[in-house]
């Protein structure tokens, strides 16, 4: 036994891409089994691993954790990422909420036919610029402090970044009105631990392409 | 100022109604104040009330909360309904998760086309009785317990009960081959703030009826 966290999800971003930037924005080395197959899928149904017969899953300290937002609260808690009382873990709640609406409009483009997908595209932009981002951008401008909650790396600025680096994939220049968000893209992605995950050859994960949605539809197709 | 949470949503259960049964069974009285019409959201989003924009929205200690999760979250553990550590607290996390899920099924059913209504309350009866019901039914089993989590009274006992009874205005004897769970629905329905809130006149919403589908959709579009 390792002791290390086991994250079982196929290779792909999915849910348990915030899981992954969690656990290498704190440091934590963990190891992935990739579901590839039905055959693999089946293997954890049948033997009681997945509590709602979904993934992802995560073994953690002799937990076989289900539910994204159950295992990204519990290693927040565990790492020191959840604030320091409740005021703070209910803003940074807050927070994360928001760039898990905003990442969710991202999450399965990929499988969408080429119309519906340009225009969920457009819509999350515009969600990005009009709803999300200006949220953001106005809580490092009234208290101008480098992280969004409690002056700390928090579970909330981590999910920023991600949020942030992926609208980026799909229009550029999306932070050219959000100087803050521009200074905080970059002051977060100096973090060490987090550099060390936006290189090449880290467990991060990249955009899903025909290859994984291909894989994903063959594994969960009843 | 009352010092009261106050609730601001529309006249039904929604995204708020769970806000509505943790503080009802944490004993925390609450105004409410209800969007009748665009113009009413409208307001709120103009004043910078509402930090995406959406509701639930919740002003509680000299905050304007959004999100019902966090808002969920901060009034169990500010009233004790989160267990007494951070493995109680992933577990309630776990059963919490879960029944938004299947609460997400059983909220959307009246929004649903008519040609695809039959096959989405099919869809939600196999889910709540092959998916759900029979994980909770286990862990009540397996442990004996009052209660799913810590031997004590949590958010995922409320949210459980919660979505019990409103699997059972789907169908009424939803829990026939769940006979933990019937136990548990009697135990904590008579938990004397979950009882209160369970009696007419209390601030526990109807479901939503076809009719006031459009009433909703003039809202929020």
């Avoid at chain 2, 329905?189 to 979950?194: F, R």
Wanted: aromatic letters at 10%.
């Amino acid at each position: 036994m390792a002791g290390k966290p086991k994250l079982h999800y196929p290779n792909g971003r999915g849910r348990t891409e915030s899981i992954r930037w969690l656990l290498a924005a704190a440091g934590v080395e963990f190891e992935e089994e990739f579901i590839e197959t039905k055959e693999d899928l089946l293997k954890l149904l049948n033997d009681g691993s997945l509590l709602f017969q979904q993934v992802p899953m995560v073994e953690i300290d002799g937990m076989k954790m289900v539910q994204t937002r159950a295992i990204l609260s519990y290693i927040a808690a565990k790492y020191n990422l959840y604030g320091k009382d409740l005021k703070e873990r209910a803003w940074i709640d807050i927070y994360v909420e928001g760039t898990t609406e905003l990442m969710g409009m991202m999450m399965f483009l990929a499988f969408q036919a080429a119309g519906t997908k340009e225009k969920n595209i457009a819509l999350m932009i515009e969600r990005a610029t009009t709803r999300y981002f200006p949220a953001y951008e106005k809580a490092l401008k009234d208290h101008g402090h480098d992280y969004l909650v409690g002056n700390k790396l928090s579970w909330a600025d981590i999910h920023l970044l991600e949020a942030i680096l992926m609208v980026e994939e799909y229009k550029p220049d999306i932070l050219s009105t959000f100087p803050l968000l521009q200074a905080f893209k970059g002051r977060t992605s100096n973090i060490p631990t987090i550099k060390k995950f936006l290189q090449p050859g880290s467990q991060r994960k990249p955009p899903s392409d025909e290859k994984f949605v291909a894989t994903v539809t063959k594994i969960f197709n009843t | 100022m009352s010092g009261k949470p106050k609730l601001h949503y529309f006249n039904g259960r929604g995204r708020m109604e769970s806000i509505r049964w943790l503080l009802a069974a944490a004993g925390v009285e609450f105004e409410e104040c209800f969007l009748e019409t665009k113009d009413d959201l409208t307001k709120l989003q103009k004043d910078g009330s509402l930090l995406f924009q959406q509701v639930p929205m919740v002003e509680i200690d000299g905050m304007k909360m959004v999100q019902s999760r966090a808002i969920g979250n901060y009034i169990a553990t500010k009233y004790n309904l989160y267990g007494n550590d951070l493995k109680e607290r992933a577990l309630i996390d776990m059963y919490v998760e879960a029944v938004i899920d299947l609460n997400e099924l059983l909220m959307t059913h009246a929004f649903q086309p008519a040609d695809k209504k039959a096959q989405h309350f099919a869809t939600i009866m196999d889910k709540a009785t092959n998916r759900y019901f029979p994980v909770y039914e286990k862990v009540l089993k397996d442990h004996g317990q009052d209660f799913l989590v810590g031997n004590r009274f949590s958010k995922a006992d409320v949210q459980l009960l919660e979505t019990l009874l409103m699997a059972e205005e789907c169908k009424p004897d939803i829990l026939a081959k769940f006979p933990f769970l019937q136990s548990f629905k009697a135990r904590i329905s008579n938990i004397p703030t979950i009882k209160k809130f369970l009696q007419p006149g209390s601030q526990r919403k109807p479901p939503l009826h076809e009719k006031d589908v459009p009433k909703l959709m003039k809202i929020f579009h």
